[in-house]
Nanobody
């Protein structure tokens, strides 16, 4: 089992920045690809970003490319999502996710493990 706990959400004005953190515990963090998803109000959950356990090439949804950056610190068992130039349409509950296979995060969107989510609200 892997436990994931997100933090860093909150209320920010459009154009502002937030950094989300996801602390992992349980199994060996460095064996897992990590990712972020979000669920806007009244919409389905959608992929945001993911990266492999090696910290190689990250992958992003088109809607966040150039504004969001995913990173990880295996020594701290933590993955981050730096969000810049935030827009009202970025308002959502953001979820951290983990899976041994990057594909299940990036393509299938069916990771084995999910965090509980953290709310991000961007005001106009």
């Amino acid at each position: 089992q892997v436990q994931l706990v997100e933090s860093g959400g909150g209320l920010v004005q459009a154009g502002g920045s937030l950094r989300l953190s996801c602390a992992a515990s349980g199994r060996t963090f460095s064996n897992y690809a990590m990712g972020w998803f979000r669920q806007p109000p009244s919409k389905e959950r959608e992929f945001v970003a993911a990266m492999s356990w090696t910290g190689g090439t990250p992958y992003y949804a088109d809607s966040v490319k150039g504004r969001f950056t995913i990173s990880r610190d295996n020594a701290k068992n933590t993955v981050y999502l730096q969000m810049n130039s935030l827009k009202p349409e970025d308002t959502a509950v953001y979820y951290c996710a983990a899976d041994p296979q990057l594909r299940r995060l990036r393509v299938n969107h069916t990771p084995d493990y999910w965090g509980q989510g953290t709310q991000v609200t961007v005001s106009s």
